[in-house]
């Protein structure tokens, strides 16, 4: 597709940020529409988004997007009009419309040798509605003729205790983009409720001819004040008016010969002179889209004076311990003391600012969730809860893929068959539940289903089978340890492969996934009543709280988030269990990993002299000893990356500048778990 020769880069990013604002928010309402049934507001929406859809694409010349969305909105049309019944057909030939306009939109920004047929996606709309008689037409001619269905429109209204409003806009004469204001402007309306009639017609306004003058019938259960609001993001508008609207009255004289005399006529509800107007539209633009390249920039030049901050803090202490009382050092004192607060202050700001709701994510599984669960002939009852938790913009651009193949491995595993659970006393209908919360510094999403559970047998044999552990091994796990070996390359209980699950992938992903983001994943599960999955994530991956340890002459990171508590290892009794140093703490046995035999540094540790500390660290439900010969203060402290010449030693997830200058190694301690724990 190629846009019109007079499109500039600049609207051409704007529809793009458009167009894909309103695909996500019919592949949501597509969903609803089905669960729920025919609800006028939601059939609203969802007609305005492809109406938008449609004019839009058409005024920047992809023809082919404004042809499949004409075809979705005559469908729309009549559900809308009460002529169409929603069905699981409409809603199939409308997501196919939507997956072609999908297909479509990457066309602008990833041209192929091939491109996209319409023809069966428009004949499929067509042909889904064609039982159907034609919508009542609306005679463009002279303007009383509001038509059959603007007047039931207007009816309704008014028996609904909605206002009709009749409105005249005047677009400044000088304005070179007429056309597009006027389409502006009926987008605009539509968002406060709906024109049952404009002079000129939407249909010309598509065409991209340019009126400057509009007049317009409006249903809305808004007062005039908000509709009035809602222009004001519009430029180059002259002049507003608002009057009400009687039906019995016929269409007001048009606005090229009247003027302001239709707000005469009604005596309240006019707008503001065209100086109010224009002011307002200075007032209303409170936010602004910027490039996530700039806030990572941002974000990464906060990091280096987040270390400054805690090396000018270092110095200022070394300064007063030497000189104190100076008023030179109180004055710097003071300045370090500020410069922190600023700096936090902005790192606040900037974290903020790089949060996105995990709604982003969640609101595209309702659609995967229904097209799984027809293929699997299942019945699946999708509840998200936590749409508005906020997270990382790093993080929620990763965890997609590890939450598909949850809900994947729920609706195909998980749920069983309507006849099946029927038998088991459980309704028809299975129920996959996705929730995501704060708790503390960290998020929490947990996938649960009501299935039929794991068969942690069906693990053990799988794991055996497939070569990665011997009988006797598996038979001395417990439980709740032999189910998270489902997490396994190529283990799977599945009993076939299917289009959805089966091949034994899927899960080892999700757990290498979650812990390459500083997560953890958790199971639970009971045969025959469900299985949850619990993932651990950290708010932000720029920053972290952490303890500085000291092995050696080396200094390491522990984040705090996975720190139990810090022991003397003189005061505890340090045994040998199977070649494996353990101690015991209260009821529990923990086995020890000494940091510079874990790094290779030394061969004798604190272990055998009995001097050091032990830091206990949990990952999961596992904990380990990490003994070191001392601890520092926590710090704040700024993830840097390794790189790839020295990235991906095993334990290790990146590095940080102290505030004396020297390197510290922030230890991945998910992994020293497991590698201590044998997991």
Do not use: C
Not at 422 to 437: D, H, T, W
Not at 542 to 563: E, F, K
């Amino acid at each position: 597709m190629n846009p019109a020769s007079d499109i500039t880069p600049e609207e051409m990013e704007v529809f793009l940020q458009e167009a894909d604002e309103q695909l996500q928010l019919l592949d949501e309402d597509f969903i609803i529409l089905e669960k729920e049934g025919a609800d006028s507001e939601l059939l609203q929406e969802i007609f305005r988004a492809a109406h938008t859809i449609k004019g839009s694409s058409a005024m920047v010349g992809f023809e082919n997007m404004s042809q499949v969305a004409h075809a979705m909105e005559t469908l729309l049309d009549k559900l809308r009009n009460g002529t169409l019944a929603v069905s699981t057909p409409v809603i199939n030939a409308l997501l196919s419309g939507l997956d072609v306009l999908r297909e479509l939109r990457a066309e602008v920004t990833s041209p192929r040798d091939t491109t996209v047929d319409l023809v069966p996606v428009v004949e499929e709309l067509e042909r889904v509605g064609s039982g159907e008689g034609p919508a009542a037409a609306v005679d463009e001619g002279a303007p009383e003729a509001i038509g059959a269905e603007g007047l039931e429109k207007l009816e309704a209204a008014r028996a609904n205790g909605n206002n009709a409003y009749h409105i005249v806009i005047e677009i400044d004469p000088e304005s070179s983009w007429a056309s597009i204001r006027a389409f502006q402007i009926i987008t605009e309306l539509s968002q406060v409720g709906e024109v049952v009639y404009s002079i000129p017609s939407p249909e010309a306004i598509e065409r991209g001819e340019d009126h400057f003058t509009l007049e317009l019938i409006l249903v809305s259960d808004q007062e005039p004040k908000p509709i009035e609001e809602s222009l004001g993001s519009i430029s180059e508008l002259s002049d507003v008016k608002i009057s009400t609207y009687n039906p019995e009255d016929g269409f007001p004289a048009s606005a090229a010969g009247q003027g302001a005399g239709g707000g005469e006529k009604a005596g309240a509800g006019s707008a503001e002179p065209a100086q109010g107007s224009q002011n307002k539209v200075a007032q209303v633009s409170q936010t602004v889209r910027v490039d996530v390249k700039l806030l990572d920039r941002l974000m990464n030049l906060v990091g280096e004076m987040v270390i400054d901050r805690n090396r000018i803090g270092q110095i200022g202490k070394e300064l007063v311990s030497k000189h104190g009382g100076d008023e030179t050092v109180e004055a710097l004192g003071e300045t370090s003391g500020h410069i922190t607060k600023v700096v936090n202050e902005l790192q606040e700001t900037i974290l903020k600012a790089r949060m996105l709701p995990i709604g982003t994510v969640f609101n595209g599984f309702p659609r995967l969730v229904r097209d799984l669960a027809q293929k699997a002939g299942k019945k699946v009852n999708l509840i998200i809860e936590g749409r508005e938790t906020e997270l990382d913009r790093t993080i929620i651009e990763q965890i997609r893929d590890p939450l598909l193949h949850l809900l994947r491995n729920s609706v195909d595993h998980g749920l069983e068959l309507a006849d099946k659970r029927r038998a088991s006393g459980k309704p028809e209908e299975g129920m996959v539940l996705l929730k995501a919360y704060q708790e503390q510094n960290h998020i929490i999403i947990e996938v649960a289903d009501d299935g039929g559970g794991i068969d942690v047998q069906a693990v053990r044999d799988s794991t055996v089978k497939k070569g990665f552990k011997s009988q006797d091994e598996v038979a001395k796990l417990s439980d709740a340890d032999a189910v998270n070996l489902i997490f396994g390359s190529g283990v799977s209980t599945a009993k076939k492969v299917t289009e959805v699950s089966g091949r034994g992938v899927g899960m080892d992903v999700v757990k290498t996934n979650i812990q390459s983001l500083g997560g953890t994943v958790n199971l639970e599960t009971k045969l025959g009543e469900g299985t949850k999955f619990t993932l651990r994530l950290p708010l932000t991956l720029a920053t972290i709280n952490g303890l500085l340890v000291i092995s050696g002459q080396a200094t390491y990171v522990i984040p705090m988030a996975s720190m139990v508590e810090v022991l003397r290892l003189n005061d505890l009794e340090v045994t040998n269990v199977m070649g494996t140093e353990v101690i015991r703490i209260r009821e529990d046995i923990l086995p020890l990993l000494d940091l510079n035999r874990a790094f290779g540094r030394r061969t004798e540790g604190p272990s055998q002299t009995r001097e050091g500390v032990v830091v206990v660290v949990k990952a999961g439900d596992k904990s380990v000893g990490l003994t070191v010969d001392s601890v520092m203060e926590p710090q704040e402290i700024v993830i840097k990356s390794l790189g790839d010449y020295m990235g991906g030693i095993k334990g290790v997830v990146g590095s940080t500048i102290l505030g004396d200058g020297r390197l510290a190694l922030i230890l991945d301690t998910a992994s020293l778990v497991r590698q201590t724990a044998g997991v």
